[in-house]
């Protein structure tokens, strides 16, 4: 699998959905792998789980042999709104996931 850029929860659960089925592993297979449920893995691919517990999220990411690369390079918020705080999708968009290492 090719670098893939994250945004938002929805791009994350799409990649994670390719990934398994490019491993070609169903979801029981990698809930099980991941100890994690089944239907929270659903939700999590449909980018349902906008508040996962980092530690299930990373869990998954590991069960398919992904890694996550923190990419400065992404812009920041601008400077005329220095008192606002990033949004979740801003953070999310900080974080990479990668192909197999």
Known sequence: METVSVR??????????AARLQAGLSQVDLAAEARIGRQWLVEFEAGGKLSAPFNMVMRVLQALELEVV??????????????ERPAATEILARYTAGGPR
């Open 8 to 17: 938002n929860a929805a791009e994350l659960g799409a990649a994670v959905r």
């Open 70 to 83: 923190l990419d400065p390079t992404i812009t920041r918020r601008s400077a005329d709104r220095p008192d």
